[in-house]
């Protein structure tokens, strides 16, 4: 029964110990990209240029960010619309969108 358990363990020994020395076999990752804050969104202005009124953040009928007209009519943004709205705010390619908190916030990454 011992020789058994040996032989498995022997079976197993390379498993999963970082032993593998094949040229590009660990550090193949790119280098992490890190957000760089940009600004606030203030997208009123983008929701004004999309026809609407002004920028409020919604709980219902989903949580987010919404074009809105009137207080009853509204326009969930989309994540490329929010993204857009930054690229048009910064004028810079690169610029996303992300919420923090409950607030519309631009980023680059670099």
Do not use: I
């Amino acid at each position: 029964m011992a020789a058994v358990v040996a032989g498995v363990g022997l079976l197993f020994a390379g498993v999963g110990g970082g032993d593998d020395d094949r040229p590009g076999a660990r550090g193949s990752r790119p280098p992490s990209r890190r957000r760089s804050p940009r600004g606030p969104g203030h997208f009123t202005e983008y929701c004004k240029s999309l026809g609407w009124e002004w920028v409020a953040y919604r709980e219902t009928p989903q949580p987010g960010a919404y074009c809105v007209r009137r207080a009853d009519d509204t326009m969930l943004l989309t994540a490329a619309q929010r993204n857009a709205g930054c690229r048009w705010r910064y004028g810079v390619p690169e610029a996303r969108h992300y919420f923090k908190d409950k607030s519309n916030y631009c980023y680059t990454t670099r």
